[in-house]
């Protein structure tokens, strides 16, 4: 089943469209440009279980994830790459296994021949997968109360940014930060750029507005064409999804 994401953003005309699709359908082509399609897995309750989805993964793969000490990450890994190879191995008519996923020079991993693009991002309870024609980037976060938010603000955002944060009203700063922070993890994620560049860029922080990139002075990202598309993917969390057409 699948759902159009609710449009909290009607401005912002050239937002990704985001279509929410059910775990039980793991597979589905994104039909236009500026499509997305996005699963929302339950880490606690996943669509298969880790023994099944390991069985999807290449000899390499499980190997990295039996090098996780701890069973929550490799948890996630295991449930990740393996979902993403079932819907793409869907998507192409192929076995998970034969999924050809190779990595960017940054270290993003993509689909060696082309056509689609995806992106994996989770939370201790959740994970998303997003699927689209063109490089996109995901990521979410538990809205929560950080014990100093000012100062990840100041350490990692831009002048501009920094300014704008101060001027949200207290009862709004907890929500801009988050929608701020899942937007710009968004798109460093979508051009495989490092955290070290989220100062580089500026994007609305008023969760009353549009998610949109106002400003870029990073050369991966000047002259581009990306958009934004921000929502609640579970109760407590906050999500983004970036675009490049």
Sequence with gaps: MEAGLPNSHAQNVHAPRVVLVSCAELGGSPTTPDEVRVWVIPLDNPPANEVELRECLTDEEQERADRYKIAKPRHQFVTGRGLVRQIL???????????????????????????????????DAIALIALANSPVGVDVEQVRKLANPAGLVERFFSVAECAAYRK??????????????????????????????????????DPERPPVLLAARHPELVAKRLTLSAWEPATGFAGAVALLS
């Design 89 to 123: 191995g869907n998507c192409l008519g192929i076995g998970p296994r034969d999924v050809p996923i190779t990595y960017t020079g940054a270290g993003k991993p993509i689909l060696a021949s082309g056509g689609l693009h995806f992106n994996v991002t989770h939370t």
């Design 168 to 205: 949200l009203a207290p009862e709004w700063q907890m929500r801009g930060f988050f929608r701020a922070w899942t937007c710009k993890e968004a798109i460093i994620k979508t051009m495989g750029m490092s955290v070290t560049t989220l100062s580089e860029f500026d994007v609305e922080l």
